[in-house]
């Protein structure tokens, strides 16, 4: 299922026997972003089967039998329902993503993207950044030689 997930392999699966939720990290920096929370049929099921036990009576016994077979069948397992709730959850985080076109990796926008230059930074660092991070370095020697 990941070769559908163009922008990563990179995930973890958070899902619960009540639904399904994913989290989509950056393959450069681990950045990740958590897609929403999807009740499952199997979490609908448990619903049924103890809303049906209220209700009583035949059409409560029906209801309540129907959640129990529901919640049996998810049972846990990575089938077409889990398949569909990674595909959605993917969807919903691509807009955090975006493919640098100059090397095809995959970044997250927040970290690792440079709006200004249309690039991922490995391409096109922030100078901004770059600037402080060798004016650091430069009072780190500096630093260094006075105290030797």
């Known amino acids: 299922?990941?070769?559908?997930?163009?922008?990563?392999?990179?995930?973890?699966?958070?899902?619960?026997?009540?639904?399904?939720?994913?989290?989509?990290?950056?393959?450069?920096?681990?950045?990740?972003?958590?897609?929403?929370?999807?009740?499952?049929?199997?979490?609908?099921?448990?619903?049924?089967?103890?809303?049906?036990?209220?209700?009583?009576?035949?059409?409560?016994?029906?209801?309540?039998?129907?959640?129990?077979?529901?919640?049996?069948?998810?049972?846990?397992?990575?089938?077409?329902?889990?398949d569909k709730a990674l595909a959605k959850a993917a969807q919903s985080v691509r807009q955090y993503f975006s493919q640098c076109h100059r090397y095809g990796q995959w970044v997250c926008l927040k970290v690792c993207w440079n709006d200004k230059k249309g690039l991922c930074v490995q391409c096109a660092p922030k100078l901004d950044q770059e600037i402080a991070a060798m004016q650091l370095q430069a009072q780190m020697g500096q630093l260094q030689e006075k105290i030797q």
């Open 1 to 82: 299922m990941s070769e559908l997930i163009e922008f990563t392999n990179n995930y973890q699966d958070h899902s619960t026997p009540d639904g399904y939720q994913f989290e989509f990290m950056c393959m450069r920096c681990g950045n990740g972003y958590e897609s929403l929370f999807q009740r499952s049929v199997g979490g609908l099921g448990r619903i049924m089967a103890v809303g049906g036990g209220l209700v009583g009576g035949a059409l409560g016994d029906r209801v309540e039998q129907a959640g129990w077979d529901a919640t049996w069948l998810r049972g846990g397992t990575r089938g077409k329902g889990w």
